[in-house]
Nanobody
Framework: VQLQASGGGLVQAEGSLRLSCAATGGTFGDYALGWFRQAPGKERDFVARISWNSGNTLYADSVKGRFTIARDNAKNTVYLQMNSLKLEDTAVYYC?????????????????????WGQGTLVTVSS
């Protein structure tokens, strides 16, 4: 599967942004999907994850209550709605797909356990 992330940009603190990640190839509904982010000089961190049927979602503590992950299997697209953005949310955001057998437990939070990656989209939050 190929993933293409979009929707990044410059936004003021407390603003909102919605990222999209469109998939081509493969069977989109087979994959669990995640969003990660990487700030300059830092590791790639887990942001959110959604199961193949949207029945289960996970969030990093730092974004709980502010970010929402969703998917539309008919459109082969996963979204990340980001509200109340903070300066520390500035990063390149990556979407990723976890192929079956899906990761379990803490592996769902690790970028090493995702099989496919999009190219990243830059989100810059300004004061």
């Amino acid at each position: 599967v190929q993933l293409q992330a979009s929707g990044g940009g410059l936004v003021q603190a407390e603003g909102s942004l919605r990222l999209s990640c469109a998939a081509t190839g493969g069977t989109f509904g087979d994959y669990a999907l995640g969003w990660f982010r990487q700030a300059p000089g830092k590791e790639r961190d887990f942001v959110a994850r959604i199961s193949w049927n949207s029945g289960n979602t996970l969030y990093a503590d730092s974004v709980k209550g502010r970010f929402t992950i969703a998917r539309d299997n008919a459109k082969n697209t996963v979204y990340l709605q980001m509200n109340s953005l903070k300066l520390e949310d500035t990063a390149v955001y990556y979407c990723a797909a976890d192929a079956p057998p899906w990761s379990m437990g803490t592996r769902r939070y690790s970028y090493r356990d995702y099989n496919y990656w999009g190219q990243g989209t830059l989100v810059t939050v300004s004061s």
